[in-house]
């Protein structure tokens, strides 16, 4: 075990890459995952849930014509990352990833440093103007065009005290006509009384926070925009493009545009 108490912590993005089959993780992280999947076993689909989504969400904005995207909360690099999937579509759209995890972004950063299109920036959603007025997010986005903002299972690691609608009201403040708002987020409309007592524990025990809301609250995120059908759904069920296991229930998502 490293003396890095750091590294001595199970980390959101860390416990993700291993359950998607990534390296970059600890046994601190691996112990979190793996007593996660024993206790909830719905918990093992959740990362497929949420990378599916995001890819089908993506692909929508590139046909809708978007190419410009800020992937909030990006946490670490997987297989298809969001630079490729765009900038394989058209070598002119721009990507901004953001994390306040430096390492991260480091990771980012090394992937992408020869690519004119897309920087990694630390920086804390809490704070969106620390976001919004980075040079290198300045000097690669143009707010006056329309722009995708993903928020995939990042606003479920804010507490509510630390007030996400303030976070998302400061980006569709900001975006021009024709933007759009991704979320994916956890809800705690179908869990159990059991899972959640579950949940809860594990968080307390191991430090890591994920914010289970109710569907108005993760429906409020979109006020001022248009919901784009099917509407606020289970991740599995925002436009399938083949066939899929049973949703969890525990992810709803959505895409709103800003007229």
Known sequence: ???????????????????????????????????????????????RENRKFMRRAVRYLLDAGVRQFIDVGC????????????????????VVYVDIDPVSVVHFQALVHAVPGAAAIVADAREPRSILEHEDLVGLIDLDRPVAVLMISMLDLLLDEEDPEATVTAFKDVMAPGSHLVVCDFTDENL????????????????????????????????????????????????????????TGWLLAGIGRKP
């Not at 075990?1 to 993005?13: G, V």
């Not at 946490?75 to 721009?94: I, Y």
């Not at 524990?201 to 890591?208: A, D, I």
């Open 1 to 47: 075990m490293s003396s890095d108490p750091k590294l001595n912590r199970a980390a959101s993005a860390r416990i993700l890459d291993f359950a998607i089959g990534g390296k970059d993780n600890y046994s601190a992280d691996r112990k979190v995952a793996i007593e996660t999947f024993e206790s909830l076993p719905a918990s093992r689909l959740l990362p």
């Open 75 to 94: 946490g670490l690099p997987g297989k298809a990352d969001l630079h490729e999937v765009v900038l394989g579509a058209d070598p002119d759209a721009r």
């Open 192 to 247: 159990t009384a059991q899972e959640r007592a579950i949940a809860d524990r594990l968080m307390s025990e191991h430090g890591v926070v994920v914010t289970f809301r109710p569907r108005e609250r993760i429906a409020g995120f979109f006020d001022g925009l248009e919901l784009l059908e099917p509407g606020l759904v289970n991740a599995p069920e925002w436009r399938p493009d083949r066939a899929h296991e049973p949703p």
